[in-house]
């Protein structure tokens, strides 16, 4: 029965008009907060630069037809959105359609809603409080005193857990992470690569760091995390740090955390790294990851990196999954439930 038909619309209308209201809801707190809302635009020269992600990209065409280029679908508005910093904005956040290609799950659409929202002058442990407040408010918005989702149980009003990611190693595999780590920019792949052995889990040949990191993670630690209470997973490895600043007092870690309820990631957040010298590094180091794992790489974003170096105001942002938590929030069992219409292709 096509996703259209009103028999078939039947069932998913109370997620979808939960889904209305929660977005209200949230709109209002960040209006209390003094928070502006922004709309920064979905073609960009530069997608977003994670090296597992996949971007659709497009080609504009001027008035003259040889004046072409390539642009691509964001992956995130983080880029715009902190030009807004360094123009003077600060506190700002969006609700945006992002695109990452090649996702299709229960849990993963290839166009989905992103909440995003920045901080000047704040710091990463400042997120945790709006996520705190932000996430109580939808649930109760959605009719809900707790998350259930696929035999897991989460209340979102009891005190919440903050974790690091050593501790949660230790605990979930009795691994020690940061030992594996004694060079933050040369982790020891084969240390890793025996405690992974140890505890079952196989290294593959040409496995880096990172990949057993990610195969431990998603065995033994994500499935372990946000159960009864939601779970901020904190200070990821440095050379896991992404677009996220070292902590002063421990430079083996950076200022970056992970929510998770009911086993599942809802929120993504940076104390923001402001040394656009810093950044062009790592964005290099990324690309030069993604062409030898896929055999392409995006553009920087030149505009981005000179309103780096005119100077970002210190900063801390975050990335939500609104689709996410309009799914806990509704009690509906996966993202195709909570949006509106599929992407073409996708129709069930």
């Known amino acids: 029965m096509e996703w259209w038909h009103p ?8 997620f979808l008009e939960g889904r209305a209201l929660i977005a209200s809801r949230l709109r209002t707190w960040f209006e209390g907060q003094g928070f502006i809302e922004v709309e920064t635009p979905a073609l960009q020269v530069s997608p977003g630069l994670e090296p597992h992600l996949i971007a659709f990209s497009t080609e504009l065409v001027g008035p003259n037809p040889d004046d072409r280029r390539t642009l691509y679908l964001h ?3 983080e ?13 700002l956040f969006q609700l945006a359609k992002v695109f990452r290609n090649g996702e299709r799950s229960g849990t ?5 809603t992103m909440l995003e929202w920045y901080r000047a002058g704040a710091g990463y442990r400042d997120l945790m409080e709006d996520c705190t407040a932000l996430v109580r408010a939808a649930a109760r918005t959605g009719g809900r005193e707790g998350f259930e989702w696929r035999g897991r149980d989460c209340d979102p009003f009891a ?3 903050v974790l690091t990611v050593a501790d949660a190693f230790d605990r979930h595999a009795g691994i020690d992470l940061l030992a594996t780590a004694p060079d933050p920019q040369a982790p020891d792949t084969e240390m890793l690569a025996r405690e992974a052995e140890r505890i079952g889990i196989s290294a593959h040949p040409g496995d880096s760091w990172e990949d057993i990191f990610f195969r431990i993670s998603l065995d033994l630690i994500e499935p372990n995390l946000g159960m009864e209470r939601p779970t901020f997973l904190t200070d990821y490895p440095v050379s896991m740090a992404a677009l996220s600043r070292p902590r002063p007092d421990d430079p083996r870690v950076a200022e970056r955390f992970e929510l998770y309820a009911c086993g599942l990631e809802l929120a993504n957040a940076f104390g923001e790294l402001t040394d656009a010298a810093v950044q062009r590094a790592r964005f290099e180091a990324d690309m030069d990851l993604k062409e030898r794992l896929y055999g392409t790489r995006y553009p920087i974003d030149p505009d981005f990196m000179a309103a780096l170096e005119f100077g970002m105001p210190e900063s801390a942002g975050i990335a939500l999954g609104f689709d996410r938590l309009v ?21 069930r």
Request: aromatic share 12%; charged share 25%.
């Open 108 to 112: 993963h659409s290839p166009e989905f």
């Open 75 to 77: 992956t995130s508005p």
């Open 327 to 347: 799914l806990l929030c509704t009690g509906a069992e996966e993202i195709a439930d909570v949006l509106w219409a599929p992407v073409a292709g996708f129709e």
């Open 159 to 161: 005190p919440w857990e």
């Open 7 to 14: 028999d078939s619309f039947a069932r998913r209308r109370p």
């Open 79 to 91: 880029f715009a959105m902190k030009k807004l910093l360094v123009a003077g904005v600060p506190k």
